[in-house]
């Protein structure tokens, strides 16, 4: 199958950049702040132009492929005219201030023509920041103004006219397929497998990455009305205790047939701890989200065995997209910004810089790497899950239930 170097990829896209007179972070880089459209800045004419800039938070893959977008955007003559891009972005893991934080002292210092223009995060991320800011804080997005929004597949999102997709974030089944020859196909079938096979399944910490928190939102939500699973409303915790005690008892059933170490059940932290047990055979199965595994396997990180499926019903995911905040600047420069990584071509970039899931037709995209991966990872099986607040809550009991067993 074929495979690529990511920074060789990254480094031949500054390349092309220096040729048109951008600036971009130098290839390899962990900077945070993004650099591309600085140097642009500068050019004649470039001062009447202005800059959106996009604040993003996660993994430094994410923060890869909105650098990749914007540079992009920032030599295409459609777009470079009306607007220029950087990126600004907050590593998970870091000590720095925390996205969410950022905003609400903005918010609350009263800062107005703020240089956070766009907000990049996943659909689940943004009851916090509106827990921290007020419910209007993000304005209604006028689609009408976004010619590139009809591409767009997913327009009946959950999160409603305030915020506009670029990106799906699925998890799936990871295995082996050389000792896992069929895989579970539904919820019940993986409950029995763990069981029969034990050590040879985990999850991670909920706490520390996504696909842990969709095992677990699995457990619970699967016991709920389909509805609870897009509602922030305490009511699906308060009013159905049953349904979450009898999940955390499951888990509790399934704890001891999960994969140990030194003779005790140990939960990897974040994603990528459950995925290096999986790629050195330690375990043939786990959650994981999809984008990380073909970037792995592209890199050649993750042996060829490793496939996906998807079970029923589905992990719990959710789409990455934009808000634009009331204390941005550029509100309307924003809009076409937003109207370039719905383009064919932004969607493609993503695709091909860290197999972002798209939100437009596939068929449609041109000049994919490993473009069979797409039919592993259909996002027609998307299901969303935004519960607000009461993902706290779903964590925090894991951590007082769960976590203490393997100890």
């Known amino acids: 199958m074929k495979k690529r170097n990511l920074l060789a990829k990254k480094c031949g896209a500054a390349m092309l950049a220096a040729a048109l007179g951008l600036s971009m972070t130098a290839c390899g880089s962990t900077a945070t702040g993004g650099t591309a459209s600085a140097g642009a800045a500068s050019q004649?004419?470039?001062a009447q132009v202005p800059t959106v800039t996009i604040w993003g938070h996660g993994g430094q893959e994410v923060r890869d492929a909105l650098q990749a977008v914007a540079d992009a955007h920032n030599a295409d003559a459609n777009y470079n005219t009306k607007a220029r891009v950087e990126i600004q972005f907050v590593v998970s893991g870091t000590s720095e201030q925390s996205l969410p934080d950022r905003l609400a002292a903005a918010y609350a210092a009263g800062e107005t023509d703020t240089d956070f223009d766009l907000i990049a995060l996943d659909d689940s991320g943004i009851s916090s920041i509106l827990a921290q800011t007020a419910p209007d804080f993000f304005i209604p997005i006028d689609t009408s103004k976004i010619p590139n929004y009809e591409?767009?597949?997913f327009k009946e999102n959950v999160v409603g006219d305030t915020f506009v997709p670029y990106r799906g974030t699925a998890v799936y089944l990871a295995y082996?397929?050389?000792t896992v020859p069929n895989p579970p196909k539904t919820e019940e079938e993986l409950y029995a497998w763990i069981k029969e096979?034990?050590?040879r399944f985990t999850y991670c910490d909920p706490s520390t990455g996504g696909s842990g928190t969709s095992f677990v939102a699995n457990t619970v939500y699967n016991q709920l009305p389909?509805?609870?699973?897009t509602s922030a409303d305490p009511k699906w915790k308060d009013e159905h205790t049953a349904e979450w005690d009898s999940a955390f008892a499951l888990l509790e059933e399934l704890h001891p047939y999960l994969y140990q170490t030194a003779g005790k059940v140990q939960y990897p932290m974040k994603n990528a701890g459950a995925l290096d047990l999986l790629a050195t055979k330690q375990i043939d199965m786990t959650p994981a989200f999809v984008n990380m595994v073909l970037s792995q396997k592209a890199m050649g990180t993750m042996p060829e065995s490793i496939k996906l499926t998807q079970i029923e019903p589905s992990f719990m995911g959710a789409l990455a997209g934009f808000c634009i905040p009331t204390i941005a600047?550029?509100?309307?420069?924003?809009?076409?910004?937003?109207d370039y990584f719905l383009s064919y071509e932004a969607?493609?970039?993503?695709?091909?810089?860290m197999y972002a899931s798209p939100v437009v037709d596939s068929a449609k995209l041109e000049n994919l790497d490993n473009a069979d991966w797409l039919a592993e990872t259909d996002m027609k099986s998307l299901r969303y899950f935004s519960i607000g607040s009461m993902m706290v809550d779903l964590r925090t009991r894991w951590a007082e239930q769960i976590s203490p067993l393997a100890k």
């Open 151 to 153: 591409n767009v597949i």
């Open 226 to 229: 389909a509805e609870a699973a």
């Open 197 to 199: 096979n034990p050590g």
């Open 44 to 46: 004649s004419g470039a």
């Open 347 to 353: 969607q493609s970039l993503g695709w091909n810089t």
């Open 329 to 338: 600047k550029d509100k309307e420069a924003a809009l076409s910004v937003i």
């Open 176 to 178: 082996n397929s050389e």
